[in-house]
């Protein structure tokens, strides 16, 4: 086995190399991209897409998907920022309520998938268009301006490249290591995904996993969106309207198995990374934004098939 | 139970899905009490200016539903429905507009690109043996993308007349023949599923892949035509939109498309894991979702709330539609114990 062969064969190292090459044709095409504030403008970008990569990783973990990813974050975005215009509910309270309702939203789809037995997909599909129903029938598409100053200011301050929002994708990326790969329901999870049957016959119960991930999923979705608000210095109705291709995006490209039971948090994390870094570099080299659209489709097929290739190869050495 | 008799389930519950059963009737009346329902309220309902303006909607709803029906008829599904319709209303546009060339030509043309990301799609997922659901959600980006960087999101207004006056017009004073090359190729669709053997051999492939391969059934084939198929039938709804605005707008289709597709089969009592199809049922629920979208507007309730009403009428259907075929098994175990 070549060294190029056995590097390919770890997950994340493509990505990893993906990620060097763009950094290095970046820094050299253009002497804006090393610039302490284009740097704090990616890894910006990068908080909000971290998380909302996770909310789709957990639930494909279990082998589910959730298509309410973005409608659920758009919900909690508005429900955060209108308790705090219009009731004058303080940050402290409003960040817990925020994330209760996204929990809330995760159980009424990991419910009503596991009560009915109908596939995911569908389920999240009806509830994604109710909770975007209820979002814009409530805003009637107005946004929340007055948002509270140190909301705002965490959201816009930084030591040098580093923004303090940075501090909960990094926290939540450790939280979700951890539970993957040290606890009993998360290590259950996994072997739900795997395995369904299997994980079913040692004792593990299916209503309960599921439930599980899409609580998880919601709830990840409502940080996102709590961090999206303080990053825009606004509720905005449309957050998470773009969310669906980019939750699936990074943890399929971050080398998650999408017929469940295999994820991985690092990898996520570095495609996330590369997305960013596309869309900086097509930002800097003054390409047409829709180029972004195209590429993610690209890659996703590129991983799909990297994927899909390791497992032949390992399968066959 | 045996085997044979759970086999002999899933055949009679087939026939009786392709074309109407219990969940189609019900629909329909579900349908005639919205109708009464919109036009007691609000009598503007039923004005021939509405009822043509519905009609045109339910065609392209329908047509949309079709083109996802067509997929979920093989267990698959597919995202970019609304992507590969974008992609046709565009190639029409730029074909009579840029190029000059006479309307069939573009048509033609355009359904022909549809056909062809369709088929892109199924030899994709036959070929890499990767779930539908991956693929199409990554095709539909490379070609909405695509569309975007080739047409630079610019509208193509400068079309020929008579695209927009066959938009406008009308059949026996409000029947716009858009809806009839709708029901037509629902006709089509009826006589392929219940009469051909590609389509038998579709729903086979569907209900149980290993079964009908076994059986001598080429399942491969068969979701690369379904796939291709699709294509078309996206094109053909980007058509009508075309027609209806007689524009080419980049902003059509898309995800927008998404939730309508689903709606009209699923509501229709086309089975998400395959192998039944309902087309009367895909009609229904189209023209159901119509309807509600109409009615509301009329009622001045305003679109805010209707993607609400739209969600929660899917989770009613789906769970209806579950708990209905509980009960049939539920019967059939009784009477037969």
């Known amino acids: ?317 | 139970m045996t085997e044979e008799a759970i086999g002999d389930v899933s055949v009679q519950r087939r026939r009786a899905t392709i074309g109407g059963g219990p969940a189609q009737l019900g629909l329909f009346v579900i349908l005639i009490g919205f109708w009464i329902f919109f036009s007691s309220l609000a009598p503007g309902f039923l004005s021939s200016f509405n009822l043509f303006n519905l009609g045109r909607e339910v065609a392209r709803d329908i047509v949309i539903g079709f083109a996802q029906m067509v997929v979920l008829a093989t267990g698959g599904m597919n995202l970019a429905v609304g992507s590969i319709g974008v992609c046709a209303v565009m190639t029409a546009g730029t074909l009579m507009q840029t190029f000059a060339l006479p309307v069939p030509l573009a048509l033609a043309g355009a359904l022909l690109l549809g056909a062809l990301l369709g088929w892109l799609n199924g030899f994709a997922i036959v070929r890499s043996g990767v779930n539908s659901f991956v693929i199409t959600l990554a095709s539909a980006n490379l070609f909405s993308g695509a569309m975007l960087i080739l047409t630079r999101a610019v509208p193509l207004n400068a079309l020929p007349p008579e695209v927009g006056a066959f938009g406008r017009l009308k059949l026996a004073g409000s029947v716009s023949p858009l809806l009839v090359i709708a029901l037509v190729i629902g006709a089509a669709l009826f006589v392929l599923y219940r009469y051909s053997t590609l389509g038998r051999r579709i729903l086979a492939a569907g209900a149980n892949p290993r079964a009908a391969a076994m059986s001598g059934v080429p399942v491969n084939r068969v979701i690369v035509i379904s796939h291709t198929l699709s294509g078309l039938l996206a094109a053909v709804a980007g058509m009508m939109v075309v027609a209806r605005l007689g524009a080419a707008m980049p902003a059509v289709g898309g995800e927008e498309w998404l939730l309508p597709s689903f709606l009209g089969p699923v509501l229709g009592g086309t089975l998400l894991s395959g192998g039944a199809v309902s087309v009367i049922g895909t009609v229904l629920g189209a023209a159901l979702v119509t309807t509600l979208r109409s009615g509301l507007l009329v009622l001045q309730i305003g679109s805010y709330w209707l993607q609400l009403f739209l969600g929660l009428i899917l989770l009613l259907a789906v769970l209806i539609d579950r708990y209905r075929g509980l009960y049939a098994e539920r019967m059939r175990v009784v009477r037969s114990s």
């Open chain 1, 1 to 317: 086995m070549t060294v190029l062969r056995r590097l390919l064969l770890v997950e994340w190292s493509g990505l990893a190399l993906a990620i060097a090459v763009g950094v290095v044709v970046l820094a050299l095409i253009s002497p804006n991209f090393l610039t302490e504030f284009n740097l704090y403008v990616m890894l910006r970008s990068f908080c909000v897409g971290l998380l909302v990569g996770f909310a789709q990783m957990v639930t494909l973990g279990v082998g589910q998907m959730n298509i309410a990813v973005g409608a659920i974050g758009g919900l909690v975005a508005i429900a955060f920022g209108g308790i705090m215009e219009k009731l004058g509910v303080p940050i402290i309270l409003a960040v817990p309520v925020a994330l209760l309702i996204g929990a809330g939203g995760g159980l009424i789809n990991g419910l009503l998938t596991v009560r009915t037995g109908i596939n995911g997909f569908i389920i999240t599909l009806a509830t994604a268009s109710a909770f975007t129903g209820i979002n814009f029938g409530i805003t009637q598409s107005i946004p929340f301006y007055k948002m509270p100053a140190p909301l705002v200011a965490f959201g816009e301050r930084h030591i040098g490249i580093f923004p303090y929002l940075l501090v909960a994708p990094l926290i939540v990326a450790a939280v979700l290591s951890l539970f993957f790969a040290r606890t009993v329901p998360g290590r259950q999870l996994l072997a739900f995904g795997g395995n369904a049957q299997a994980a079913e016959l040692s004792g593990i119960a299916r209503g309960k996993v599921v439930v599980l991930a899409h609580v998880l999923s919601g709830t990840l979705a409502a940080i996102a969106a709590v961090l999206a608000v303080a990053q825009l210095g606004s509720a905005q109705p449309t957050i998470g309207a773009d969310w669906l291709l980019l939750s699936f995006a990074a943890p399929i490209i971050g080398g998650a198995a999408l017929t469940g039971g295999y994820i991985s948090v690092l990898g996520t994390m570095f495609a996330v990374v590369l997305i960013a870094l596309i869309e900086n570099g097509l930002v800097l080299a003054k390409v047409d934004p829709y180029w972004v659209q195209f590429l993610l489709g690209a890659l996703i097929l590129a991983a799909v098939g990297l994927n899909r290739w390791r497992a032949v190869t390992a399968g066959a050495g």
